[in-house]
């Protein structure tokens, strides 16, 4: 505002027409500055805000870059801002910092969870609503005003015990986390919950992973039995590899969305050998569904690499326009519960699943779960799981 006073400072010592160009350019300024402070903002937290960087981020770039484009194309009231946090727990506080700072009415946090863990909690005593695709239970917190477009780790978990109760029936069950990461821990014990909860009688064995001891683990387990594996790679490579080399008995592994079947996997292990199953659960079948779908595919062959949808592609244009489908209503709102509830009631047909999101009373996405099977150096869709 200083150029303003400055200009209105000098009206007296010029001529008349000056004056005037002064005035106008005074009232214009004062408008944009009025402007850009009400207008409605979206904080979008990535790991890095430019085109160069990590395959990952570029897939979910791609896609935010081009909706926030055209959102505000058409909704000049609405601004879109990216910060980054550079994938760490650290910079996901600080992103979540400058958000506050810039007084955003909406955060959409794109992230692990451990990561949008960190940045709810400062969005939390901000009381700035937020929607993220992080499945832990930590990031909605009771009293929080936050949704997740995806099923919770404990929905994982409650349909991998039912599962196992349905095909394994009686077999004895080892439980193997990673202690280092609380991911692991808590998603392992909400199975061992579930389990005991539908059939107390399950003899549940809990291991530790550790990579030196590894084949010692894999002599502990015996034909028939099973595994939950809350492993990430090259975790859940290794103990596939320490059971496949160990004998031709059969034995099944059974693991949450952590196990992913990446190409790390198969980098690791060649290919998988008929007497060890492995069978984890992914949030997408890998087809685009629902009206949206071609909307999506447009922009993934124009901006995105390799022109090829992806998990992170499909999971961001859904993220981001489930707020869109609602900003009218989300813009004129005094609250940030009345801002969740427009967002629960939101119409957008998500492609992930061809149908609207359902929201359960803690704030998780109720949607279908997909459990695949590793399969020679391929991944086999074997069950939909569906939400009771």
């Known amino acids: 505002m200083k150029l303003v006073n400055d200009c209105k400072g000098i009206l007296k010592r010029i001529n008349p027409l000056i004056s005037v160009a002064c005035a106008i350019f005074s009232l214009t300024f004062a408008a944009l500055m009025s402007f850009d402070a009400s207008a409605y903002t979206i904080g979008v937290v990535v790991g890095k805000n430019k085109s160069k960087t ?24 609405v601004k879109v801002m990216f910060v980054e946090n550079d994938r760490t727990v650290v910079g996901s506080a600080l992103a979540a910092q400058k958000l506050i700072d810039n007084q955003v009415d909406l955060a959409l946090l794109p992230l ?26 930590r990031v909605i917190k009771p009293g929080s005003f936050g949704l997740s477009t995806m099923p919770s780790n404990m929905e994982q978990a409650e349909l991998l015990a039912k599962y196992y109760i349905k095909n394994h029936s009686g077999n004895k069950i080892y439980v193997v986390t990673d202690p280092g990461r609380p991911y692991s821990r808590s998603i392992a014990d909400m199975f061992v919950r579930a389990v005991n909860e539908l059939q107390p009688e399950t003899e549940i064995l809990r291991r530790t992973y550790h990579p030196l001891r590894v084949q010692t683990l894999a002599t502990q387990i015996k034909e028939g039995e099973v595994v939950f594996a809350a492993l990430y790679n090259p975790h859940i490579a290794s103990l596939y590899l320490a059971l496949a080399e160990k ?12 196990v992913g079947g990446r ?13 060890v199953s492995l069978k984890f659960i992914k949030n997408w079948d890998r087809h685009l569904k629902g009206e949206n779908q ?31 489908a609602q900003i009218d209503k989300i813009k004129q709102t005094s609250s940030p519960a009345a801002t969740i509830m427009h967002l629960k009631e939101s119409p957008f047909v998500t492609t992930m699943d061809g149908e609207r ?6 704030g998780y996405n109720q949607k279908n779960l997909y459990l695949y099977e590793v399969a020679g150096t391929k991944l086999q869709l074997i069950e939909t799981l569906k939400h009771d």
Do not use: W
């Open 54 to 77: 990590s395959t990952s981020n570029q897939e979910k770039m791609c896609i935010f870059r081009t909706v926030a484009s055209s959102v505000q194309m058409r909704h000049p009231d």
């Open 112 to 137: 692990l969870s451990h990561e949008a863990e960190a940045a709810v909690e400062l969005l939390m005593d901000a009381n700035i609503p937020y929607m993220t695709t992080a499945t832990a239970r």
């Open 294 to 324: 071609n909307e999506l595919s447009q922009i993934v062959d124009a901006e995105c690499p390799n022109g090829k949808n992806t998990f992170l592609t499909t999971y961001s244009f859904d993220l981001i326009n489930v707020a869109m």
């Open 247 to 258: 004998d031709s008995k059969p034995i099944t592994i059974l693991g949450p969305d952590s």
């Open 263 to 275: 190409q790390e996997f198969f980098e690791i292990i060649g290919q998988s050998v008929n007497h």
């Open 357 to 362: 999101m359902h929201f359960s009373k803690d």
